[in-house]
């Protein structure tokens, strides 16, 4: 959800993160806040680290012994994210980075 507010000091920007567990809202004016590269500029979303488990070995469920963790190799889980032109509050129209599920929710005003 991105709301905007009028204030004598400029556009305030309020914006609901919904990745993080429902953190409260944030507020930016549009000058100050960063936008950085592959980071949903809605949710917030952005890359994390995980492992991928390689294992060997018949499950037991199916007549092994069972199976072993040979090996664990870090990896990167990247979010769908397209670059959109999006229509601000202020009548401004700019390039974002936005996740596909603010796109499917129709959290965003395309230009």
Do not use: E
Not at 78 to 88: E, S
């Amino acid at each position: 959800m991105v709301a905007c507010m009028g204030l004598s000091s400029g556009v305030v920007f309020l914006i609901k993160d919904l990745h993080f567990k429902k953190r409260p809202l944030i507020c930016h004016t549009y000058q100050q806040l960063k936008i950085m590269a592959r980071v949903c500029f809605i949710t917030g979303k952005k890359q994390v680290t995980g492992n991928i488990i390689r294992r060997k070995g018949q499950s037991i469920k199916s007549g092994g012994i069972g199976t072993h963790v040979i090996k664990v190799v870090k990896r990167v889980f990247k979010p769908n994210l397209q670059r959109v032109r999006v229509k601000l509050p202020t009548g401004q129209v700019k390039r974002l980075w936005v996740c596909v599920k603010a796109l499917k929710a129709g959290k965003v005003l395309k230009a």
